[in-house]
């Protein structure tokens, strides 16, 4: 169990995290360095998962340079990483971060089992034209093909429901079909 003082001082983190403040947020990792990998005890939600969601850009710049490369493939309890998450809030310059310390998160399908999907589907999903794009130009191509399980045939799916089919067509998109 949890002393009352580190408990009080998790809280501070989340919340931090949710709310963009980059101070609080350094000032935690200094007393306890080891708080960039806690997990919220209901949610498993690290505090980068909170403010890729959040769209806390600075936070999520920060937390990125105090871990390891793996420390970004933590997942939540529904099965997310903090890429994942990012695709809510749409803010691209999050994911590039993201990437750039682990270029494998855009080939780590996300979610409970059949709702499993990469990054670039939840983008989708979510309408997030930028986000998208940017996904799909860093996702390797072996991961969208439609001989790679039902992942080519929902990405497919999902660019002509949230209608981007067409604007997907102008980066090659159409080659995922032939």
């Known amino acids: 169990m949890m002393a009352a003082s580190s408990s009080s001082a998790h809280e501070n983190w989340f919340e931090a995290a949710r709310e963009g ?12 360095p080891e708080i960039v990998r806690a997990q ?20 999520v710049e920060y937390l990125v340079s105090q871990m390891v490369e793996n420390d970004l493939e933590i997942e939540d309890n529904q099965k997310w990483t903090a890429l994942a998450s990012a695709t809510r ?6 994911a590039e971060c993201l990437v750039r310390k682990n270029n494998r ?7 409970l089992e059949e709702h499993s999907c990469l990054p670039l589907q939840w983008a989708l999903t979510y309408g997030q034209s930028h986000m998208v ?17 039902a992942r080519g045939a929902n990405v497919l799916y999902w660019s002509i429901t949230s209608q981007f089919y067409g604007k997907l067509t102008n980066y090659g998109f159409s080659d995922l079909i032939r």
């Open 89 to 94: 809030s749409g803010i691209t310059k999050i």
């Open 21 to 32: 403040n980059l101070k609080v947020v350094q000032d935690l990792v200094r007393e306890m």
């Open 40 to 59: 919220h005890p209901i949610s498993k939600e690290t505090a980068l998962h909170i403010a890729a969601n959040n769209g806390n850009v600075d936070v």
């Open 105 to 111: 998160l855009v080939s780590i399908a996300c979610g």
């Open 133 to 149: 794009r940017y996904l799909y130009n860093v996702t390797p191509i072996q991961q969208l093909l439609a001989n790679n399980g």
